[in-house]
């Protein structure tokens, strides 16, 4: 008596039609995944690039008239939270309330006439200039332009210090 097991015969019929339209099928839709991934991609450096470009990110404040802003003084704006301070030569700097140390709020203290910091006792100049450690840097400013008068600061932007580290003044 024969034991094996009788495969049943399947018959492999090339079915080379259909595989063939399969293929162009799966090669069809994997070109189209990447011309949609490679098409996303551009948009979205492109959409980067514009508002680097355009400046869309800026948000422009106006903080007031320089006649409203005694010399040798600080004002916070609440609206923009930043610092109008207005200097001896009747420059204008727009400071971040930020302390650079660990980015406390740094409160004006009008009696001291520094910016002290609650956090770890860092003080700052009305220029923004480190007078206390532990900051090691300045406080940052924003962009500001006097036009007729009146002062426009862009809190959307932070702005390069001079090379010696210190904020730019802006002179009325
Ligand atoms: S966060 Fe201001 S001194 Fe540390």
Redesign the pocket.
Known sequence: MDNTLQRPQVEHAPDTGRRRFFNKLWALLGSIAFLELSWLSISILRSGKNKHETGAQDAIIKAGNVEDFAINSVTANARGQFYLACLEDGSFLALSRT?T????S?PWDEEAHKFI?P????SFSITGEVLTP??TRSLNSHPLRIENGTIYVNTGRLEKPLQDGKPRPVKA
């Open positions: 302390c140390h660990l980015g406390c740094v910091c956090c770890h006792g860092s532990p900051a």
